[in-house]
Antibody, heavy 122, light 105 residues
């Protein structure tokens, strides 16, 4: 059974840092692109960052570029999101998710974690 | 690339046919996915690459479109379908639509 379990969320002051982790199991983690998607309270979904299977390509939404860093450890079946210089507008539930890719189907998200809440407030 | 869903919300009855539209600000080929989300839960993929039904998703859900205009259709709304639906483009630097909430009439 595919499982993605996020951890590391919590309350942090503006300007602070946090590191989110996502433990993957039940599938070949190193074979998939992975992504972080967030959802502010009562709002829609926002893509945050993607990382290729071997970590050689990383992409970010403009609003987090230079502040957030996505990484992975394939030996530990883990995905990470380092978040620095946090702002109030980064407050959201952060989801870790798996992204199959093929030339025919392109990208989509087929499994999501349960999410971890990050609250940025003084 | 911006995605605009319409309507933002709708009220419908069990058995109704429901159509949700997602328009892209530029052509995205068929790189458009649809997700269903229930309160307090993670989203679940329904349709990928515009018209491909994800395994395990009921056949009353269907998707169509290409370029800039896409639709998600629920042929006969069931009680478990009351939820929020999101479209997503993966043509370049992914974005999501603002969501469409389907409520009970």
């Amino acid at each position: 059974e595919v499982q993605l379990v996020e951890s590391g969320g919590g309350l942090v002051q503006p300007g602070g840092s946090l590191r989110l982790s996502c433990a993957a199991s039940g599938f070949s983690f190193s074979a998939y692109w992975m992504t972080w998607v967030r959802q502010a309270p009562g709002k829609g979904l926002e893509w945050v960052a993607n990382i290729k299977q071997d970590g050689s390509e990383k992409y970010y939404v403009d609003s987090v570029k230079g502040r957030f860093t996505i990484s992975r450890d394939n030996a530990e079946n883990s995905l990470y999101l380092r978040m620095d210089s946090l702002r109030a507008e980064d407050t959201a539930v952060y989801y870790c998710a798996r992204c199959p890719y093929s030339i025919l189907t392109h990208y989509y998200i087929d499994f999501w974690g349960q999410g971890t809440l990050v609250t940025v407030s003084s | 690339i911006q995605l605009t869903q319409s309507p933002s919300s709708l009220s419908a009855s069990v058995g109704d046919r429901v159509t949700i539209t997602c328009r892209a600000s530029q052509s995205i080929n068929t790189y458009l996915n649809w997700y269903q989300q229930k309160p307090g839960k993670a989203p679940k993929v329904l349709i990928y690459t515009a018209s491909n039904l994800q395994s395990g998703v009921p056949s009353r859900f269907s998707g169509s479109g290409s370029g800039t205009e896409f639709t998600l259709t629920i042929s006969s709304l069931q009680p478990e379908d009351f939820a929020t639906y999101h479209c997503q483009q993966t043509y370049t630097f992914w974005t999501f639509g603002q969501g469409t909430k389907v409520e009970i009439k």
